[in-house]
């Protein structure tokens, strides 16, 4: 039995007989690590407290991609920059020109989201670490060696998943590597067909529960599996497994554990965080943050998004101090706002409009920013450290919201009814404060994914895999095209569908082949 509380599950790590251990923590307590001074791995690693160090460290990276003390890779941000509802920002063309270079589909080697290799492999080298020392016998249970095992798997894949959907094909290896230490790159399809079947050993076990007790918040689990199986299959436009991913989705919507949050506001406040709506977020905290800048960046702590997408010299108002610790990036468009109609409650939420305040205006400023993620004083007033790096703000990664629309979508896909399918995406559309439809189409769906999800990351994903889908309309190649302003002057192609590999990993292993973009 797992009883190690990891509801703000940490990212400090410190080296344990050469194997990286992390923080976690238990409330406001964090978990102390020890050295186990020239002590065989096979002796340390035998209790439940140890395998959880090593459990706890492959989780570590999902918090790093905002910043790991070498680049800003937010993964809201990058999959935003390449979708149609956020300009780059920042102090002009050149500031993180990795994301300007990607939001005009012109990266290369040097300008590519280079970090994310780095840390989704350190992730699932930490995650084959943690997989092999729950298979040595020891004091630990069986029951605990083989949830600690299935929830290393599990996110073993969701690593992989990030890096296939921006990188396509990446070296894939489920054993960790000795000298030289590189592995055989395949393709984006092998890769797929690698996840998979792991994927579905991983939900056919049965072994993780459909929802953690609140203690354990931040676990992955068996409805986490089941929204990545979904998420992956419908990405490949794999239509033999879609009947598979729509029985996942009824599983989750049959769940008691599972509802839409009465407010749409109130999922976005501290106090909505792990509510029933939510089926998985990257924790973050900020109390006792240990995280600070330089040697500092992963440690424990909170999140620097809302620094990141918030405007600058701001005077204070709107519940945040502001001052200049707002650097611009990701403002959002004013066609995005315009987009909702009248009386959508979900756009006050998702879009913060400042027009008519005065601030210090930065690149592409429209005066509407990012209001899931916008930056208040009190989500970071218990930090120790730098407050900027060190925001509250959980990163939702899959809501139940999307459970309905996946379903809907998928209802379709199958030749399903279009009035059940309605009747899933009238859900979300009856929170938001709007009329119910009779029948719905692909268009329709996507449309109400755009409402639901702007600023979530998701938009570009829905863009590219709609270019498999023959009734959709709104397509990366006839969305993600040169706009009126001179911002965006090149156009998505299929040869855009993954960025380049950074030129540091090329150099590395001269073996690897860069993506034809």
Not at 210 to 223: F, L, T
Not at 273 to 294: H, L, T
Not at 325 to 351: H, Q, S
Request: with cysteine; charged share 25%.
């Amino acid at each position: 039995m797992i009883t190690t509380n990891i509801k703000t599950m940490a990212a400090s790590c410190l080296v344990c007989c050469g194997i990286a251990a992390a923080f976690t923590a238990c409330s406001d307590d964090f978990l102390e690590v020890t050295k186990p001074d020239g002590e065989p791995l096979e002796e340390y690693y035998t209790t439940e407290e140890n395998l959880n160090e090593a459990l706890t460290s492959a989780y570590a990276p999902l918090h790093w991609p905002d910043w790991d003390n070498k680049a800003y890779n937010d993964l809201t941000i990058d999959g935003e920059i390449m979708g149609d509802d956020f300009w780059v920002g920042g102090s002009d063309n050149t500031d993180n020109q990795h994301w300007h270079r990607l939001f005009n589909f012109e990266a290369d080697g040097n300008n590519t989201l280079a970090t994310l290799w780095g840390d989704f492999y350190s992730g699932i080298k930490r995650c084959n670490d943690a997989i092999k020392y729950a298979g040595w016998e020891g004091k630990a249970s069986r029951e605990f060696r083989s949830s600690m095992q299935m929830q290393a798997r599990l996110l073993r894949v969701y690593y992989y998943n990030i890096l296939w959907h921006y990188y396509g094909k990446v070296p894939f290896y489920l054993e960790n590597l000795s000298q030289p230490y590189t592995a055989q790159q395949i393709s984006a399809d092998e890769i797929y067909n690698r996840l998979i079947p792991e994927l579905e050993e991983i939900i056919n076990s049965d072994v993780l529960p459909m929802r953690w007790e609140a203690a354990q918040a931040g676990r992955v689990s068996q409805a986490f599996a089941y929204m990545l199986y979904a998420e992956m299959v419908m990405y490949q436009n794999d239509s033999a497994r879609y009947p598979k991913a729509l029985e996942y989705m009824k599983k989750i919507i049959a769940d008691s554990n599972y509802a839409l949050n009465p407010s749409f506001a109130d999922l976005w406040s501290e106090n909505g965080e792990w509510c029933k709506e939510s089926i998985f977020e990257i924790n973050y905290n900020d109390d006792q943050a240990q995280r600070d800048w330089n040697e500092a960046a992963l440690n424990a702590g909170g999140t620097v998004f809302p620094t990141l997408c918030s405007p600058n010299g701001w005077g204070g108002g709107e519940g945040w101090d502001g001052g200049n610790d707002g650097w611009g990036f990701l403002p959002m468009k004013v066609e995005t706002y315009n987009m909702y109609a009248e009386g959508d409650v979900r756009r006050d939420v998702t879009c913060w409009d400042l027009r008519g305040y005065s601030y210090t205006e930065r690149y592409q400023d429209t005066h509407i920013w990012h209001g899931k993620y916008r930056p208040q004083s009190d989500n970071n007033k218990d930090c120790p450290t730098s407050k900027n790096l060190n925001y509250n703000n959980n990163k939702r990664i899959y809501r139940y919201a999307e459970t309905l629309l996946n379903a809907a979508e998928l209802l379709l896909q199958t030749g399903g009814s279009a009035a059940e399918a309605a009747g899933y995406v009238n859900e979300v559309r009856a929170r938001a404060g709007l009329p119910a439809l009779a029948s719905v189409t692909i268009d329709d769906i996507f449309n109400e994914r755009h409402l639901e999800f702007c600023g979530e990351g998701k938009r570009y994903f829905d863009l590219v895999r709609a270019e498999g889908i023959a009734e959709a309309t709104q397509k990366a190649s006839t969305v993600l095209v040169p706009d009126s302003y001179g911002y965006r002057t090149n156009r998505w192609t299929p040869k855009k569908k993954y960025i380049p590999l950074a030129q540091s990993e090329l150099d590395a292993d001269p073996k690897l082949e860069q993506n034809d973009y």
